[in-house]
């Protein structure tokens, strides 16, 4: 088929065909240029396929890394250019290109995480596992960012935050005991572990 006429707009080429009935295609204009595409040029159906392809993969790449400035899994990516409608196949060569450019990378997503919820949230370990999970990262790579977390660094975080909350609860009774305890579950921290730091406090006292 032969491209009859050529339109650009607001960065974007649409391209139309011989015969008519061939329906005009949009690329953005870093895939024409790279295609070396001009009106009167002849263009075979797998050819023509191809450079959908490959712009429909660019069209996804371009979408999607402003969004990056903020940290995301694969999977939260994956899941972003479903919704926007993305095939299958451009959604895995996008990835593919983010991750090779490192754009994307679940390993080092989860040692900010971690570092980061850590600092700021005083998140235990369960937490950390639990919301990871929810972002779509794998459990081995999770697992491998927690391993660095003793047990007596998760102990010492836990009590370093019962010493703060302490004043809100009445150890002294079953029901304060229960609302510091579910405290200390709610930041994840196991429940063997919020035990003994609530032993701790009550010899304290």
Known sequence: MEIKKIVYKKGRYSLYFSPEERPPLSLKEDVFVRHNLYKGKEISLEDLEKIQDQSQVQEAIDFVLPKLRAKKTVFQVQDLLSREGFSDSAIARALAYLKTYQFLDDR?????????????????????????????????????????????????????????????????????????????????????????????LNHDE
């Not at 972002?135 to 960012?145: C, T």
């Not at 007596?152 to 019962?162: H, K, R, T, V």
């Open 108 to 200: 080092d997503y989860v040692a900010s995480f971690i570092h980061d919820k850590r600092r700021f949230n005083h998140y235990g370990k369960l937490k950390l596992f639990y919301l990871l999970r929810q972002k779509g990262v794998s459990e081995d790579l999770i697992q491998e960012g927690l391993e660095d977390i003793t047990e007596e660094m998760e102990y010492d975080l836990a009590l370093s935050l019962g010493k703060k909350r302490i004043h809100h609860y009445d150890l002294e009774t079953f029901k304060g005991r229960g609302k510091f305890l579910r405290y200390l579950y709610g930041k994840g921290f196991a429940k063997d572990l919020a035990l003994r730091v609530l032993e701790s």
